[in-house]
């Protein structure tokens, strides 16, 4: 939000622009700096807007916007800037969190003498309920159905009996079996796979629903979108994405950080954001700026024309290896050239997607002329657009790809000829490793035989033709290496483009036309990223070929993307596990390690939908589809992938007649009210939430139980015990893990406390509303190594003893012996994911320090947020060369006037000491840290 006029020493730069007979304020960047100014990266020019908009010489300092100007100088020399974003999203797994923190705030503030009221988000924040529905349910067809084709339950197919006979199944060329033949099954009247998967979607996670619709109901600024209508950042793209504010007249660019990696999206609309994490976004939506390193910028160069059977997926998979070879970790990437115009917004928005597989901060395309028509496409408000396009042309945020004169200065510049671009696939495990079509059966028969690793499964040779049959349905099967099990069209990387949906859609329909069919057993499903993806399917015509090969819609949400693709059959596990199968998973999906899409799909191919249902047809990974046939068509002649591929001319005219704004509009006028179950659940009214304490999802956290209204007083850290002495890349998924809850762990045995059998323990991840999960959870990574133990284990010792015990069960006897904690640390530590429980689990342990050679950034400045203090050692010292064994008491003086990286010095019992830097990297962060973390902070400034 912007500062109040006065104390914004920019302010001379606001300037009135007329719009359609309205006036509008806004800051005229080019009154800085124009020379410098054009030079900037579009990116950078948003960041710019943002510091000169909210500089208050507090948080944001005209030294800022000066450095964000002279960007070209500045790019290479970490440069720290802080970043106000307009807007924060959030999905369920990362909101229930935030929303736990702000029902904790307001309780604080009512026990503190203030008004809850006052505890809203300050920005907008919207919230998508997607990652909860699982693929319990795939294929809606039953195939003992009534069927037009005159067949009955449990009769013969009735293709033997129709007089004419129906010459598609006739002509399949399938065995005649004692069941309907696909082309003749149709749904059944009871439940379809979508009603069964979200009715067990809410049977879980009932008590996690309730919680967000009283968020929904009790925060102001924050609109929750209910399950079942889509998957966040196609939301986002289609619906919540501005382009332009407008608040109270004045106009500034949208922007926003989410909960969620693949926040990155939105660039693909002109929009700079990116993922972070929790503590970052509520304190985003509590009006505080992020802290970020001035980022070089990559040029990302398109030319050339893609070819008629390539799609955006291959390009983004291209563009994903390219980008891996070049390294841009840390940096924007901008594209820029005349081939982007040949890029539909959905197009752009599937290659910003997938940002962090390449690595970088944002892939961003400035706003054009087919960005505007996206927004028209997409039924948004002509009058609003009218005032986005004359607001970004007065600041020179609007591009034209063609006229080079607008090419900004880059850090570095590569390109891409688009007609380059080949269909292909990426995996079998990493999202990065593009495999030409033309190559997979090559690349999987090496994979197989090489050594375990990124590349390679190691197979012994003996065992790679492996076979193994089983009976599925009453028909026997087999399975080999590379069989595949699992087929989704899935994750809002592709689903959110009609150009793929649609040539999925066209490529089922020529399939079935030509008499192909699916093997039952594979577990296929179609998971639309919204409504209006089922609507131009359906609109089109193509959406009943999808379901003939078992491509039913089974919900809306990131189903199979993040790893919830429900079980296999039975028949179909046990012939994977008996035979220790590689199989394989295809999925239009982003990100593809061992173990994320299934335990039992140890390969998982990264394709195109199209190349999802073709790999569907052929039911193996090793199909080399250049020179073997999918089946025959009526005619007995061979059917060749080339022969049901369809064009890119044929693809656009479909999405041209279907794909129109009505639809938009339609789907998304029902958004906040179109799901039944959602309605009837009856949240509660309250200003504050009536926490359960039988619940064991959402649990108030003790965060501000001790807090008082005035400040505490510094004080040092007097005879630390050292917790953990750990080495170097300690990840967030080392501090804090997402995944199982293992049965022996301290989380384990508080559950089985509650009555709760190790079935419904769940995952970390859908456990962040309760502290009491993951104060025990805190480095329970089985993977953790701990100096003291000396191997991967989730333990430590408790020093007076030397007993070794769970990490969590010895914080707990320092806590009551009155102790204080500090941890020691290699380099790099809490890189990894940003993940806020990497901050607030060891707050929740009582660590009050940590010392480290050096931090990730986005988890130093979580650690400040919680008011644990980052230390760090000065340049050459290492918990080694001061022969620290973490078996001394350690206690660090914090003087009351600490500045900014100030040397502090730490003492031990042996009467040795040592100086380490504090890493408090600003004043405001020093701030946050005298309130006791971000969130005290925030409270205080409410009383
Ligand atoms: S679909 Fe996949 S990439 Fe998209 S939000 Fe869900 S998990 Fe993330």
Known sequence: MAAETGTNPFNHLLKTINIGDKDFKYYDLLQLDATKYDKLPFSIRVLLESAVRNCDNFHILEKDVTNILKWEDHQTQSVEIPFKPARVILQDFTGVPAVVDFAAMRDAVVRLGGDADKI?????????????VQVDVA?????????????????????????????????SGLPILDQVCPFHQQKTEGATALQKNEELEFERNKERFLFLKWGAKALQNMLIVPPGSGIVHQVNLEYLGRVVFNVGGLLYPDSLV????????????????????????????????????????????????????????????????????????????????PGISQLSIADRATIANMCPEYGATVGYFPVDEHSMKYLSQTGRDEEKMQVVEAYLKANKLFRNYSDPSEDPVFSQIVELDLSTVVPCCSGPKRPHDRVTVVDMP???????????????????????????????????????????????????????????????????KKAVEAGLTVKPYIKTSLSPGSGVVTYYLKESGVIQYMETLGFDVVGYGCMTCIGNSGPLPDPVADAIEKGDLVTAGVLS?????????????????????????????????????????????????????????????????VEHRHVIPAMFKEVYSRIQYGNERWNELAAPDSMLYPWDPK???????????????????????????VLLNLGDSVTTDHISPAGSISRNSPAARHLASKGLTPREFNSYGSRRGNDAIMARGTFANIRLVNKFIGKAAPK????????????????QRYISDGRRMIILAGKEYGSGSSRDWAAKGPWMLGIKAVIAESYERIHRSNLVGMGIVPLQYH??????????????????????????????TVKLNDGRSFQVVARFDTDVELTYFHHGGILNYMIRTML
């Open 120 to 132: 809203n988000p300050v920005c907008p924040a919207d919230l998508v309920i997607d990652h909860s």
């Open 875 to 904: 340049p050459g010292d290492t918990a080694e060369s001061l022969n620290l064994t973490g078996k001394e008491s350690y206690t660090i003086e914090i003087p009351e006037d600490l500045k900014p990286g100030q040397a502090v």
């Open 589 to 653: 999906g982003n990100r593809n390690f061992e173990g994320r899409i299934h335990p039992l799909t140890r390969a998982n191919y990264l394709a195109s939908p199209p190349l999802v249902i073709a790999y569907a047809l052929a039911g193996s990974v090793l199909t080399d589809f250049e020179k073997e046939p999918l089946g025959t068509n009526a005619d007995g002649k061979n059917v060749y992938l080339r022969d049901i591929w369809p064009s890119r001319d044929e693809i656009m005219e």
């Open 796 to 811: 430590t010792i408790y020093i007076p003893t030397g007993e070794v015990m769970d990490v969590f069960d010895a914080s």
């Open 695 to 721: 619940s064991t999802y959402i649990k108030s956290p003790p965060f501000f139980e001790t807090m008082t209204k005035e400040l505490p007083k510094v004080s040092g850290i007097t005879d630390a015990f």
């Open 139 to 171: 294929r809606s067809v039953l195939r003992y159905a009534p069927n037009p084709g005159g067949g009955s339950v449990g009769r013969t197919c009735s293709r033997q009996q129709r007089n004419p006979p129906c010459s598609i199944c006739v002509n």
């Open 258 to 337: 989410g909960t969620d990696s693949h926040t990155t999206m939105i660039n693909g609309l002109g929009i700079v954001g990116w993922g972070v994490g929790g503590i970052e976004a509520e304190a985003v939506m509590l009006g505080q700026s992020i802290s970020m390193v001035l980022p070089q910028v990559v040029g990302y160069k398109i030319i050339g024309q893609l070819g008629q059977l390539t799609t955006s997926t291959d390009v983004v998979l291209t563009i994903t290896k390219h980008l891996r070879q070049v390294g841009v970790v840390g940096k924007f990437v901008e594209f820029f050239g």
């Open 442 to 508: 090559s690349d999987f028969k090496a994979c197989l035989k090489n050594k375990v690793g990124f590349k390679g499964f190691g197979i012994p040779e003996d065992k790679l033709s492996t076979t193994v049959p089983f009976v599925f349905d009453n028909q026997e099967y087999s399975l080999t290496h590379g069989s595949v099990v699992i087929a989704a069209i899935t994750s809002c990387t592709n689903t959110s483009n009609p150009s793929v949906m649609l040539g999925a859609g066209l490529l089922a």
